[in-house]
């Protein structure tokens, strides 16, 4: 008699640190202004850093625009990340946002409320919705740790 080796599954708990939190937006300007929009409201200095790129469904490379205010360790750091590139998007089960706005949690814990009725009061702005990181699933949402 052939004896079988039983296979056994193990199931990993990866606790993720998400230290930032993470805001759509609806807005049909470009992200240029919407950075300097936000800039003005804000009293911060998001700038152009290199775009995050990501390889698409034919080997071609798409690239999603990044502004970014990381120059002061003590502020709270937002960054500004395009969810569409073309006709594709970043985060394929967020297709009606076309902006990501990632704050970074420092020691002075910000209010999320006032984040967001700020980010309302900008004419531009159409929508801003919170974007729960523990029940969200998609699979590029690991490239807005980098």
Same mark, same amino acid.
């Given at each position: 008699?052939?004896?079988?080796?039983? /296979?056994?599954?193990?199931? @990993?708990?990866?606790?993720?640190?998400?230290?930032?939190?993470?805001?759509?937006?609806?807005?049909?300007?470009? $992200?240029?202004? @919407?950075? *300097?929009? &936000?800039?003005?409201? =804000?009293?911060?200095? *998001?700038?152009?850093?290199?775009? *995050?790129?990501?390889?698409? $469904?034919?080997?071609?490379?798409?690239? =999603?625009? %990044?502004?970014?205010? #990381?120059?002061?360790?003590? $502020?709270?750091? =937002?960054?500004?990340?395009?969810? %569409?590139? $073309?006709?594709? =998007?970043?985060? #394929?089960? @967020?297709?009606?946002?076309?902006?990501?706005?990632?704050?970074?949690?420092?020691?002075?814990?910000?209010?999320? #409320?006032? /984040?967001?009725?700020? @980010? %309302?009061?900008?004419?531009?702005?159409?929508?801003?919705?919170?974007?729960? *990181?523990?029940?969200?699933?998609?699979? #590029?949402?690991?490239? &807005?740790?980098?």
């Amino acid at each position: 008699m052939k004896s079988t080796k039983k /296979i056994t599954k193990l199931k @990993l708990n990866i606790d993720q640190n998400n230290d930032y939190l993470l805001l759509g937006i609806v807005s049909a300007e470009p $992200d240029y202004k @919407l950075s *300097l929009s &936000l800039n003005k409201k =804000f009293g911060i200095s *998001l700038k152009n850093i290199s775009p *995050l790129k990501l390889t698409g $469904d034919i080997q071609s490379e798409l690239a =999603f625009s %990044r502004f970014s205010n #990381n120059d002061d360790p003590s $502020d709270l750091n =937002f960054s500004l990340i395009s969810n %569409r590139a $073309d006709k594709n =998007f970043l985060l #394929n089960k @967020l297709k009606n946002i076309d902006y990501l706005l990632q704050i970074q949690i420092s020691e002075k814990e910000s209010d999320l #409320n006032t /984040i967001t009725s700020k @980010l %309302r009061e900008i004419d531009s702005v159409t929508a801003v919705f919170n974007i729960d *990181l523990d029940t969200m699933k998609d699979k #590029n949402l690991h490239y &807005l740790t980098q």
